[in-house]
């Protein structure tokens, strides 16, 4: 069995959740999230918890519980708290700023890169290099941070390029130039 699964998700004040045909809807002061279930599994809503069950049992059900469980947590986090992700930029000149719900970022390119950011997220900029994404899906957030740091992944010899603020990046010696 599961053991994440098991856990049963508490429900914080002034959060809804909500799940009707297969479709579970949880609303915070935050905002509001959507997400289809899987037929493997079935929400069992009680006195302020949320606890995922099996509605068949089998191996696959039994690793949907608990990813289930992971996703439903996640979204009453969301709608109550919201995530945040940080993401430095390291180099000479490079720098991003935000122009409405467009980051601009100067990465060592003849051209500066353009990044929409999706709905749902937002981003601030502290000292031209430190990004600050923010929003309430979890999933969607990590899928931006991503694609930014993707648009100059960071070098193992000098460390430049965008990285998270939590990541270490592992630095290669260069050439020596010995004869």
Excluded at 10 to 23: E, F, K, N, S
């Amino acid at each position: 069995m599961s053991r994440v699964g098991k856990k049963p998700i508490p429900i914080p004040p002034g959060t809804q959740v909500v799940c009707r045909d297969r479709a579970l809807v949880v609303e915070g002061k935050k905002g509001k999230l959507s997400r289809t279930l899987h037929p493997a599994v079935d929400l069992t809503i009680g006195d302020g918890v949320v606890e995922v069950v099996l509605a068949v049992e089998t191996k696959n059900g039994r690793a949907l519980q608990g990813l289930t469980r992971s996703l439903v947590a996640n979204m009453v986090t969301g709608v109550s708290q919201g995530f945040e992700r940080v993401l430095e930029i390291n180099g000479i000149g490079y720098r991003v700023e935000v122009k409405g719900s467009t980051l601009v970022f100067q990465l060592g390119f003849s051209a500066p890169k353009d990044f929409e950011l999706p709905a749902g997220v937002s981003a601030t900029v502290e000292k031209n290099t430190i990004l600050k994404l923010a929003g309430i899906d979890k999933e969607e957030l990590g899928r931006t941070a991503a694609a930014i740091r993707r648009l100059r992944p960071p070098e193992p010899y000098k460390g430049k390029g965008i990285k998270y603020a939590e990541e270490r990046i592992q630095k290669k010696a260069g050439k020596t130039g010995t004869k």
